[in-house]
Structure formats: C-alpha cells, structure tokens
C-alpha cells in the first residue's frame, strides 16, 4: 500500500500584478509581505521561493511566519487549490483541507441547503447526507435559524456554522490554516479527531501552544523561503527572537 506523502522540489509561485503610478515605492521594504519585484508591464510578487520540503506519513508539521511570508500559499498549493509556476510538486494520498469548509457558502440559501451543498462537494455518499446535515445543525446550536438564509445571520453564528462543518472533513491529508478556537467542546472534540485519524497534519499557527501540542515538527517561512525546520521548541524560539528584534528596530 502506497505511503501518503508531499513532497516539494524547489517549488516558486509568484503573483502579477499590472504596474500602475509610480511603482519603484512598491520596493520599499515593509515589515510583512513577501519581496516585490519591477518588471516591465507587471509588479512579480514572490509568495514562494525554490522551496523544497518533505511531509512523509505519520508526520505532523507546523507552519509560521509573518503575514505574507507564503504560509497560505503553500497550503493552498498542498490543497491543489493553486498550481506550481516552477520546480514540483508530488501529492500522494486524498488531500482534506480545512480551510475549505467556509468556501461557496452561498447566502441567500438556509444553512440546511448549505450543509447539504457541502456534503455533495465533500463526497458524503448520498445515503448519509440526512445524518451529516442533521449533525451540522446539531453542532451548529442554530436551532430555527439553520432553516433561515445565511445572510439572515450574525457574524457569530456564520462561524458557528462553518465550524459544525467539520464532520464533512475527509482525507488522509489534512491541512488546516489556523486551529479552530471551538466554544463547543463537541466540535473541539471532532478537530482532535480529525488529527488523530489524519496519515499526514500540516497547520498552520501562531499560536506555540496548539503548535507544541499538535505538532512535531516545525517550518517558519520568510518572504517566501524557508528560514528554519526542526523541533518545534527550536524553531519557535528562534521565530520569537526575530519578531522581538523587528518590533524593537521599527521603534526606533
């Protein structure tokens, strides 16, 4: 039986932009963001680098990085929701991607439409979709409100909803961006789950607490390159440092 695994070789992606006004100031140098180049007709942004990187079976990988440093780029390049411009990229094993779960939610249908939507798009077999729909509005805690449009929601009961989502989520690789703060111990418990049965987690956080206990080993991104891969306690400490150093220098 084949051995889920990514597996990147000097992987870029870069995203243009049409270059408009006086684009040189779009060189100068921020604290975020990955590094902008000048082209003749186009701004290149460089989300990610001639990265290579390995994710075998049974790891759990932790990503950080500053805003912009290609965290998301590259999980939505291990989701195949974006493509390789350069290197490659090998995917084995089906690939579940949490951040999906908030995606194509369409407003002006009820949550139970939704819910049934997202059971057709996840591939939930026609003869369990009842029992996955009965099971997000469960979770969901909606009560009527899951037979009302979506748009008729607060903001809090939107996350709500995407988060009673979860059971849907299905795969040997699961990819996260960001670990969902649950108030429902229920949907908690269901994430912990989804870990734990998962051949291959890579997530991405910032926080050192979910990272050390979910998490074995830890890769920090830098404009677009890989800075550090190792331990978790090694990398994040070196991680802090940075952070610590870049908000003492833009003080002065």
Same mark, same amino acid.
């Given at each position: 039986?084949?051995?889920?695994?990514?597996?990147?070789?000097?992987?870029?992606?870069?995203?243009?932009?049409?270059?408009?006004?006086?684009?040189?100031?779009?060189?100068?140098?921020?604290?975020?963001?990955?590094?902008?180049?000048?082209?003749?007709?186009?701004?290149? &942004?460089?989300?990610?680098?001639?990265?290579?990187?390995?994710?075998?079976?049974?790891?759990?990988?932790?990503?950080?990085?500053?805003?912009?440093?290609?965290?998301?780029?590259?999980?939505?390049?291990?989701?195949?929701?974006?493509?390789?411009?350069?290197?490659?990229?090998?995917? &084995?094993?089906?690939?579940?991607?949490?951040?999906?779960?908030?995606?194509?939610?369409?407003?002006?249908?009820?949550?139970?439409?939704?819910?049934?939507?997202?059971?057709?798009?996840?591939?939930?077999?026609?003869?369990?979709?009842?029992?996955?729909?009965?099971? &997000?509005?469960?979770?969901?805690?909606?009560?009527?409100?899951? =037979?009302?449009?979506?748009?008729?929601?607060?903001?809090?009961?939107?996350?709500?909803?995407? #988060?009673?989502?979860?059971?849907?989520?299905?795969?040997?690789?699961?990819?996260?961006?960001?670990?969902?703060?649950?108030?429902?111990?229920?949907?908690?418990?269901?994430?912990?789950?989804?870990?734990?049965?998962?051949?291959?987690?890579?997530?991405?956080?910032?926080?050192?607490?979910?990272?050390?206990?979910?998490? =074995?080993?830890?890769?920090?991104?830098?404009?677009?390159?890989?800075?550090?891969?190792?331990?978790?306690? =090694?990398?994040?400490?070196?991680?802090?440092?940075? #952070?610590?150093?870049?908000?003492?220098?833009?003080?002065?």
């Amino acid at each position: 039986m084949t051995k889920a695994k990514i597996e990147l070789t000097n992987v870029s992606v870069s995203y243009f932009l049409k270059k408009s006004g006086n684009s040189q100031k779009a060189l100068e140098k921020g604290s975020v963001g990955a590094q902008i180049l000048v082209g003749k007709r186009y701004l290149e &942004v460089a989300a990610l680098k001639n990265v290579s990187l390995t994710i075998n079976e049974g790891e759990r990988v932790g990503l950080v990085g500053i805003n912009g440093s290609g965290k998301t780029t590259l999980l939505k390049l291990c989701a195949g929701a974006l493509s390789v411009q350069s290197g490659k990229l090998e995917i &084995v094993g089906n690939v579940s991607p949490q951040f999906s779960l908030g995606s194509g939610i369409k407003s002006t249908l009820s949550g139970r439409q939704n819910a049934r939507l997202k059971c057709l798009y996840m591939g939930v077999p026609q003869s369990r979709i009842l029992d996955y729909v009965e099971e &997000v509005k469960r979770l969901s805690g909606l009560g009527g409100y899951f =037979e009302l449009p979506i748009q008729s929601y607060s903001a809090g009961m939107k996350s709500r909803f995407v #988060m009673s989502l979860l059971p849907l989520v299905r795969g040997e690789i699961l990819i996260m961006d960001e670990w969902i703060n649950a108030t429902d111990t229920a949907v908690d418990s269901i994430q912990q789950r989804l870990i734990s049965k998962a051949k291959i987690l890579l997530l991405a956080s910032h926080s050192r607490a979910v990272l050390e206990t979910w998490v =074995e080993r830890l890769i920090w991104l830098d404009r677009g390159e890989l800075r550090a891969v190792g331990p978790v306690s =090694e990398v994040y400490d070196a991680y802090h440092e940075y #952070m610590l150093a870049n908000k003492a220098a833009a003080k002065k």
